[in-house]
Antibody
């Protein structure tokens, strides 16, 4: 059974940093592109970032480019999101999601974690 | 950026009736279109990928159609568990983008 478990969320002041983690199990982690998707309270879904199986292809939404860094450790079956210079508009539930294709980087998301809440407020 | 527009924003349907949800892309996404269902307090669930392929174990009452810029998700006979918010997503180009969602509510 595929499981994705996010952690690391919390309350943080504007301008500070936070690191999210996602522990994956139930599939061959290093075969798949992984993604972060967020959802502000009461709002829709927003893609944040993606990283290919070997970290060779990385992309970010313009809203986080230059502030967030995605990474992965295939030996630990883990995905990360380093979030710097946080803004109030970054407040959201952050989901870790598995790419649906073993080959393609541009994919749908076939499994999602339950999310970790990041609140940016003074 | 490809803008995904979903309509209607809210759809009121009686149980057992048919629901038709629309998703329009601002430029062609070929068949690289997925649909997700999200219930309150839950993570999204993949329903349809490749515009019309059903995800594993998805009931046959869900079907997807379309290509290019116009897509449809049809639920042939709504069950109580189908009342939720539905999102479309394109994965043809970066950045990956979602529609704003359609809430399917009980009439």
């Amino acid at each position: 059974e595929v499981q994705l478990v996010e952690s690391g969320g919390g309350l943080v002041q504007p301008g500070r940093s936070l690191r999210l983690s996602c522990a994956a199990s139930g599939f061959t982690f290093d075969d798949y592109t992984m993604h972060w998707v967020r959802q502000a309270p009461g709002k829709g879904l927003e893609w944040v970032s993606s990283i290919s199986w070997n970290s060779g292809s990385i992309d970010y939404a313009d809203s986080v480019k230059g502030r967030f860094t995605i990474s992965r450790d295939n030996a630990k079956n883990s995905l990360y999101l380093q979030m710097n210079s946080l803004r109030t508009e970054d407040t959201a539930l952050y989901y870790c999601a598995k790419g649906a294709s073993m080959i393609l980087v541009l994919t749908s998301f076939d499994y999602w974690g339950q999310g970790t809440l990041v609140t940016v407020s003074s | 950026e490809i803008v995904m527009t979903q309509s209607p924003a809210t759809l009121s349907v009686s149980p057992g009736e048919r629901a038709t949800l629309s998703c329009r892309a601002s430029q062609s996404v070929s068949s690289n279109l997925a649909w997700y269902q999200q219930k309150p307090g839950q993570a999204p669930r993949l329903l349809i990928y490749g515009a019309y392929s059903r995800a594993t174990d998805l009931p046959a009452r869900f079907s997807g159609s379309g290509s290019g810029t116009e897509f449809t998700l049809t639920i042939s006979s709504l069950q109580s568990e189908d009342f939720a918010v539905y999102y479309c997503q394109q994965y043809n180009n970066w950045p990956l983008t979602f529609g704003g969602g359609t809430k399917v509510e009980i009439k």
